[in-house]
């Protein structure tokens, strides 16, 4: 088996240069868009307002993103404050642009009348297509990876011999996490994509939610396998939150249940705009 790294770099013009990761990071984004915007149609939600809703979250997101890294990594920054700004060194984190994303969620749907549970439900399986190809990113930038391991354990899991190759990092072979947890991904939403439409399991919101369970149970067990993790004093930042959400969204589930009064999760079931334009 031949050793050949793979180069990050997607295309080089002149000085500029473009990176896959940022290449994947998009190509993730168009395809969650156009996943939403499907499933908007059924839904009776216009088009106009799910893309509305993507040119404000995403630069929100980004931007949540990284001042979720820069806070857990605050020692570095103090020092170097002109490094905040430069995102093309490194440093974002996935949940930082979650959490910005929902807060412009919040305030969007209020604005324009709309659903906000509906809106999530349709927004879920987007989150996860872009976390699974974002997830190949970080493996052609060689990071989020796990501790130090052998070529035959890589080997035994059957995987390419390109991850394979990718995965040997200053001389070592590494756990590659960042598949784990794409792969992780990748099987909540194929479960998500397959019983959405359930009335009998789903209330309405509750894809959302169970995204969230979803995503926040693998990406605790991921984490406890990093190298690279943020820390709050001894405790991974990403481990806590994740057993945060995971409580706060079972919490949820069962609140709402309890109540007995919400509209089953159908297919056109009914939601007309309370308003024309």
Same mark, same amino acid.
């Given at each position: ?5 793979? *180069? ?13 990761? #940022? &290449? ?28 509305? =809703? &993507? ?21 570095? %920054? ?55 190809? #974002? ?5 052609? *930038?060689?990071?989020? %990876? ?14 390419? *011999? ?7 990092? *200053? ?7 960042? =598949? ?60 806590? =939150?994740? &057993?945060? =959400? ?32």
């Amino acid at each position: 088996m031949s050793l050949l790294v793979l *180069n990050p770099i997607f295309l080089q013009l002149g000085p500029f240069a473009i990176r896959w990761y #940022g &290449v994947l990071i998009a190509t993730g984004a168009i395809i969650g868009v156009w996943l939403a915007l499907r499933e908007a149609q059924k839904r009776q939600i216009m088009a106009d307002d799910i893309i509305d =809703l &993507v040119l404000w979250g995403v630069p929100f997101a980004l931007i949540g993103a990284r001042l979720y890294y820069v806070i857990f990594q605050w020692s570095f %920054y103090a020092q170097y404050p002109s490094e905040i700004i430069k995102i093309w060194h490194g440093g974002i984190a996935i949940y930082g642009g979650l959490i910005a994303a929902l807060l412009v969620t919040i305030v969007f749907t209020q604005k324009r009348q709309l659903p906000i549970w509906l809106v999530l439900d349709i927004a879920a399986p987007s989150l996860l297509v872009g976390q699974i190809v #974002g997830r190949w990113g970080n493996f052609m *930038n060689q990071e989020a %990876y796990g501790a130090i391991t052998s070529a035959s354990f890589l080997q035994g899991l059957h995987l390419p *011999n390109f991850v394979i190759q990718q995965m040997l990092i *200053n001389g070592h072979y590494r756990q590659p996490t960042f =598949l784990y947890e794409s792969v992780w991904n990748l099987i909540g939403l194929i479960i998500l994509l397959t019983l959405r439409h359930r009335p009998k399991l789903f209330k309405q919101g509750e894809v959302f939610l169970s995204y969230v369970l979803w995503y926040s149970l693998g990406r605790f067990f991921v984490e406890g396998m990093r190298t690279d993790s943020l820390y709050w004093g001894a405790l991974r930042v990403s481990q806590v =939150l994740s &057993v945060v =959400l995971f409580i706060g969204a079972l919490v949820v589930v069962i609140y709402r249940r309890r109540q007995g009064d919400l509209p089953d999760y159908l297919a056109g079931s009914g939601f007309k705009y309370p308003y024309q334009r």
